[in-house]
């Protein structure tokens, strides 16, 4: 079948594509920017990409006519909470008439599991998208999932970086809401599964797993799995705001996105509905089950998407394209060059460089300047990155943002996340004499950008060169 997938690029649509491939599928990816577009050449070459964005005027010429199947995964819960459900109605709009004079005879559309009584906002704005889906030209798949525990899942990173890092928790009243999780492995056994099967046209069902836990209890269950000891000591006086504040410092989650994770956590969310996975024959992972998944693919270093590499989790929700040309005019540079004595080395260190690894020179300086970063809303370093050893255009890289990552070319370019009074770059590039030239730009805005840039130029010193030096001397 020809498939049209929206949201390609997303934490879901990352993990669908390589199994519709194996499918044997004919995929045709949807994407804001091809160039963001995080995946190996090898698949590149057995898809096909268009550059959509479905806020935007709808132009008909895009898409080819013959499309059989189409997956809705677009979401707009980004920067804002207060106008993402506008966004979300705009684009499922427009995505219904890219689709009117198509031949598509199946939507298949992932939401947020429903609780009829009392909706957040997130969900409300999640339902009215299905509601306007199916008033489409073609037969709507609605799939309601909740908490998805997978590796490189927003609520499993939440969960991870909580109870690795606290013996103590101080808890709001939330954490004991009941929910129902499902893994990773599940969700997309019924969106591959739901392909063209009639028996799912025109309708919704609830897609979860075996457990009813609250959220308490699933962070009592992950430290039990990982071996560590835990005490939650729950408190009715930590107001919304305040738990948004508190997700916030203790994960690595955005502001924004912890406030509207909070207002949906509130609600009880509990499957009313299991007729799918008898109809499709799955048989639901148990919540320990989907832990001890996600770090088997973690220990493997095969995390395939994670939603830190979103926009979701950064400061910018615009195009970040239009930062790849790096400034020269009303700048302040760093340009600091090394002859490397083993240049695969070398450039091996760059494509490791953050995360785990660290910054190679200074790294308390850079957790402390992560910290500070996060302190004023920021990003912080909590973000690491998703993979050891490799890096791809769009990916999140603690502070910063890959906006070009071309290893052929032996170059990286990163724009800063961080809360800074302008906007800065760093690239790393090996040119054909084996030198490694470092290059930090700041662009300032007004004089307090200038403030910044000298008060740091003692810190910039020693750490840029010491990390320069690192990189080019084995």
């Not at 209890?217 to 835990?230: A, F, H, P, V």
């Amino acid at each position: 079948m020809k498939i049209l997938l929206t949201g390609a690029n997303g934490y879901i649509g990352m993990r669908l594509l390589p199994l519709l491939i194996e499918m044997e599928h004919e995929v045709i990816c949807a994407v804001r920017s091809a160039s963001r577009f995080s995946i190996e050449k090898e698949v590149l070459e057995k898809i096909e990409i268009v550059e959509i964005d479905f806020l935007e005027e709808v132009d008909n010429n895009l898409l080819p006519k013959d499309i059989d199947v189409a997956y809705y995964l677009i979401h707009s819960m980004t920067g804002s909470t207060t106008d993402f459900d506008d966004l979300e109605e705009k684009s499922a709009l427009n995505f219904n008439a890219y689709l009117e004079n198509l031949s598509v005879k199946q939507v298949i559309y992932l939401t947020g599991m429903v609780n009829e009584d009392e909706m957040s906002k997130h969900l409300q704005s999640r339902k009215k998208v299905g509601d306007i889906l199916s008033q489409g030209n073609f037969h709507l798949t609605c799939l309601q999932a909740g908490i998805i525990v997978g590796s490189g899942s927003s609520s499993f990173e939440i969960i991870r970086d909580l109870c690795e890092k606290l013996p103590v928790m101080i808890t709001p009243r939330w954490v004991n809401t009941k929910t129902q999780p499902i893994a990773i492995r599940n969700v997309l056994d019924f969106l591959t599964l739901s392909i063209g099967n009639e028996k799912t046209y025109d309708d919704s069902f609830d897609i979860s797993g075996s457990d009813v836990m609250t959220y308490k209890t699933m962070m009592l269950e992950y430290c039990k799995i990982r071996g560590l000891n835990l005490h939650i000591v729950g408190v009715p006086f930590l107001s919304p705001k305040l738990s948004s504040y508190w997700l916030y410092f203790m994960t690595s989650t955005s502001y924004m996105l912890a406030a509207n994770l909070v207002d949906s956590m509130k609600i009880e969310v509990v499957s009313k509905d299991n007729r799918l996975e008898k109809m499709l024959g799955i048989q639901p992972l148990t919540y320990t089950e989907a832990i001890k998944a996600a770090f088997d693919k973690i220990e493997q270093n095969q995390v395939l998407s994670s939603w830190k590499d979103s926009r979701v989790s950064g400061r910018f929700t615009s195009d970040l394209n239009k930062y790849i040309k790096v400034p020269t005019h009303g700048c302040l540079i760093d340009r600091q060059e090394m002859k490397s004595d083993n240049p695969k080395a070398s450039l091996e260190k760059i494509w490791s460089i953050g995360g785990k690894k660290g910054w190679y020179y200074g790294n308390k300086l850079w957790k402390f300047r992560g910290f500070l970063d996060k302190l004023f809303g920021g990003v912080g370093l909590r973000r690491g990155r998703t993979h050891p050893n490799k890096i791809f255009t769009g990916d999140s890289l603690d502070f910063w943002r890959v906006l070009l990552a071309d290893k052929d070319e032996k170059r990286l370019l990163l724009f800063a996340e961080m809360k800074v009074p302008g906007e800065a770059w760093l690239e790393f590039y090996i040119d054909e004499n084996n030198i490694v030239h470092q290059t930090a730009t700041f662009r300032p805005k007004g004089i307090w950008g200038r403030l910044y840039w000298y008060s740091m130029l003692p810190f910039h010193y020693f750490i840029f060169a010491g990390m320069l030096e690192r990189i080019a001397k084995s």
